[in-house]
T-cell receptor
């Protein structure tokens, strides 16, 4: 079946630094990838839709200059959290679309900003 | 916008008991998806439903796509400790090739051995 690899699984960074999270589709090509954010005991909140070869589409209220998304190939999308602050600490999850419904998820990245 | 109302919010059951959870929406969905999320992991797809009235099983899990297309339920029979986790319903919204998933708020399942 479809496999999505997300790296790193955990990262701790200092406030003001930037962090890059990678999402790879291992056995299929993903023209579309999705990035979610999840707070403790809450549901997944869609941040943006990443489209290969074009700009990402951000959901309302998500700062595109804060959360930079690059989808340079059909198997890789990256999310960079720029100038991270403690309030950016969260669980970030990517999803890759292999049939148009985006239902294969990565294992998530726990970001802690100190 | 499209929202999914999932209930119950949490459940505490004994091993061996059956579980039922459901999702409702004020809007029609053409697909219903049920996911399970373990702590610190991403969601894993359990069952996908594509047709109104469809009843689909995956081992001890059974899910149905409501005939009105506005609801779905998930049943787990003879629960075991590894069933612990958060269960989400989800449905795609949007069109074209960029379907976005709308998620319910989740049902936290605790199974006591």
């Amino acid at each position: 079946g479809a496999v999505v690899s997300q790296h790193p699984s955990r990262v701790i960074c200092k406030s003001g630094t930037s962090v890059k999270i990678e999402c790879r589709s291992l056995d299929f090509q993903a023209t579309t990838m999705f990035w979610y954010r999840q707070f403790p005991k809450q549901s997944l909140m869609l941040m943006a839709t990443s489209n290969e070869g074009s700009k990402a589409t951000y959901e309302q209220g998500v700062e595109k200059d804060k959360f930079l998304i690059n989808h340079a190939s059909l198997t890789l999308s990256t999310l960079t959290v720029t100038s991270a602050h403690p309030e950016d600490s969260s669980f970030y999850i990517c999803s890759a679309s292999d049939r148009g419904y985006g239902y294969t998820f990565g294992s998530g990245t726990r970001l802690t900003v100190v | 916008g499209q929202q999914l109302n999932q209930s119950p919010q949490s459940m505490f059951i004994q091993e061996g008991e059956d579980v039922s959870m459901n999702c409702t929406s004020s809007s029609i969905f053409n697909t219903w998806l049920w996911y399970k999320q373990d702590p610190g992991e991403g969601p894993v797809l359990l069952i996908a439903l594509y047709k109104a009235g469809e009843l689909t099983s995956n081992g001890r899990l059974t899910a149905q796509f409501g005939i009105t297309r506005k609801d779905s339920f998930l049943n787990i029979s003879a629960s075991i400790p590894s069933d612990v986790g958060i269960y989400f319903c989800a449905g795609p919204r949007g069109g074209g090739s960029n379907y976005k998933l709308t998620f319910g708020k989740g049902t936290l399942l605790t199974v006591n051995p």
